[in-house]
């Protein structure tokens, strides 16, 4: 039992598929990329919260905040970058030694074992629902207080990964347990079993352990818009001015969309697109919770956003022929590698929500992305050159975002959709690309493929033969390393002027 503290302690390293491992320790250096390999495992030390500017003022949020938090001491502090003074810092813990309660009798904890996903979504601050949990003791009674450790993928026979734990496993403490070595060190905290071990493996769905102590004690903050610095940052890179006509071309849940149309006072035209039905839904709902009126929701997909135009078309507002239907474009089209890109803590649920759709099982809670049965107006796309400014925040492997327990996902189709947001710039307008992925091969990479654009933050070959960055480019863009001292997830902005002729895009460092 010597070593059970250190057992029972959060001290994970993440997995990386093999692939993307060494094509990361390549790109960044072995030393440099573990670094960051570490700095994905936990949160920032910090949330970063932005004040609606158009209803309060810095001060008087934080006010509000420290009666919120209910904790006089809170440390709460304005950024102090020029015009970012709405931006507020809540300094949250270091990771705190979870006490157990294993060693006073020399009887291990009753467990709660739940998948990677259902940990990542605990250590953001959500709770244990039932299709998370993938094995729990015997006995545990509903009131229990139960250690939550994690199950992560291991390397399989055939080269892949696997989760080797059939739901209903019984841990018995002891070393015979499936996962007993991996699990050593990947507790995140402790928590009151709402429902028995039967209960949990009857039903489908539902809250199982609602967690009192997790390893990272960030504030509570789930009622107030928490938004990473660096998309606050992407909005400032924008530079959108009252009365313009902006595009946001991925726009959902609205987090940058709503934090340009702040910039502009709610004075001008966002297009808010996004491809899935329900997230617009989402954005509308943002909006209007923050009483913004310059943004207009729409449904389209990307990838489409120029239109061909025809005769018939509609061409007022710059706009091809929309479908206004009247709605029933019912059914849900969230994908999952989708919601790895949602930003904001408001929507972390959603990574619980997650497994509820994968187990087959109906989701109970409510998400502001659920749909809600209303219509989402469609677009077939928008003129060549009909916006000031467009900003593609692209959906990409999001492997920037902290408080992850396994990489191995990867995305590849930024480039094509670039191609349709730079003909949607009006010559002498801004267009800005930015992903929240540490992937030169879906930064840098994709930024240097137009003959014209400069870009990199990070120097060499990546992953495309004409992704090769000379030295000196890396000035032209901002890349955010979740490793160094502003302790931000991964992220990557790349900010152009647009020419006179679609060819003559120049990078300039936003
Ligand atoms: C990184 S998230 C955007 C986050 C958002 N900009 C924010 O700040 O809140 C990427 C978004 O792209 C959307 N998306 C993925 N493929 C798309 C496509 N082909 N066309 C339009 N949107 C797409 C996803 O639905 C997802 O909401």
């Known amino acids: 039992m010597d070593d059970l503290p250190e057992r029972y302690s959060y001290n994970p390293t993440l997995r990386w598929n093999a692939d993307l491992e060494s094509y990361f320790s390549n790109a960044y250096g072995p030393h440099h990329f573990s670094r960051i390999s570490n700095a994905l495992t936990r949160p920032s030390c910090y949330s970063c919260i932005r004040v609606n500017t158009l209803k309060s003022t810095p001060d008087a949020a934080i006010e509000k905040?420290?009666?919120?938090?209910?904790?006089?001491?809170?440390?709460?502090s304005k950024c102090e970058v020029g015009g970012m003074d709405y931006v507020l810092f809540v300094k949250g813990?270091?990771?705190?030694?979870?006490?157990?309660?294993?060693?006073?009798d020399g009887k291990p904890p009753k467990e709660v074992l739940v998948s990677r996903k259902c940990a990542e979504a605990v250590l953001r601050g959500a709770q244990v629902y039932v299709p998370g949990v993938l094995g729990c003791t015997a006995r545990v009674e509903k009131g229990d207080i139960v250690a939550v450790s994690v199950a992560v993928q291991q390397p399989g026979a055939d080269g892949g990964w696997v989760v080797g734990i059939t739901e209903g496993t019984v841990p018995q403490g002891s070393e015979t347990d499936p996962y007993h070595l991996e699990r050593s060190g990947l507790y995140i905290g402790k928590g009151r079993a709402t429902l028995s071990r039967a209960g949990i493996f009857c039903v489908m769905e539902g809250l199982a352990v609602d967690m009192s102590v997790r390893v990272f004690n960030l504030p509570s903050l789930l009622e107030i818009f928490l938004q990473n610095l660096p998309s606050i940052i992407v909005a400032h890179a924008l530079g959108p001015q009252k009365g313009e006509r902006i595009l946001d071309l991925c726009a959902a849940p609205g987090g940058k969309t709503t934090a340009i149309a702040l910039l502009m006072k709610d004075e001008g035209e966002i297009v808010a697109a996004d491809r899935s039905h329900n997230k617009v839904q989402g954005i509308y709902k943002l909006a209007a919770e923050m009483g913004l009126r310059c943004i207009t929701p729409y449904k389209l997909d990307a990838l489409k956003s120029v239109c061909i135009i025809n005769d018939s078309d509609d061409f007022s507002?710059?706009?091809?022929?929309?479908?206004?239907?009247?709605?029933?474009?019912?059914?849900?089209?969230?994908?999952?590698?989708?919601l790895e890109n949602l930003e904001s803590v408001?929507?972390?649920?959603?990574?619980a929500e997650k497994d509820f759709k994968k187990s087959g099982r109906k989701w109970n809670g409510p998400g502001r992305n659920q749909s809600v049965g209303g219509t989402v107006e469609k677009s077939k796309g928008f003129a060549p050159k009909s916006f000031d400014q467009v900003l593609l925040d692209a959906p990409?492997?999001?492997?920037?975002?902290?408080?992850?327990?396994?990489?191995?996902?990867?995305?590849?189709?930024?480039?094509?959709?670039?191609?349709q947001a730079v003909q949607l710039v009006r010559p002498g307008g801004v267009l800005v690309y930015s992903t929240c992925t540490i992937n030169p091969g879906e930064n840098e990479a994709v930024v240097r493929y137009h003959p014209r654009i400069g870009g990199p933050g990070l120097v060499g070959r990546f992953e495309f033969p004409d992704g090769y960055t000379e030295p000196g480019e890396e000035?032209?863009?901002?890349?955010?390393?979740?490793?160094?001292?502003?302790?931000?997830?991964g992220f990557f902005i790349a900010k152009f002027s647009v020419g006179s002729n679609e060819a003559d895009l120049q990078n300039s460092a936003s």
């Open 475 to 489: 000035e032209l863009v901002q890349r955010f390393d979740p490793s160094s001292s502003l302790d931000t997830i």
């Open 65 to 76: 905040l420290r009666t919120v938090l209910k904790e006089k001491g809170a440390d709460i």
């Open 317 to 338: 507002n710059h706009s091809c022929t929309k479908d206004n239907h009247g709605g029933n474009i019912q059914g849900s089209d969230l994908l999952t590698s989708e």
């Open 93 to 104: 813990s270091d990771p705190q030694a979870i006490d157990y309660s294993c060693a006073a």
């Open 346 to 351: 408001t929507f972390e649920r959603l990574n």
């Open 396 to 419: 990409c492997s999001a492997l920037g975002l902290r408080r992850r327990l396994f990489a191995g996902e990867h995305a590849t189709y930024q480039r094509r959709m670039l191609d």
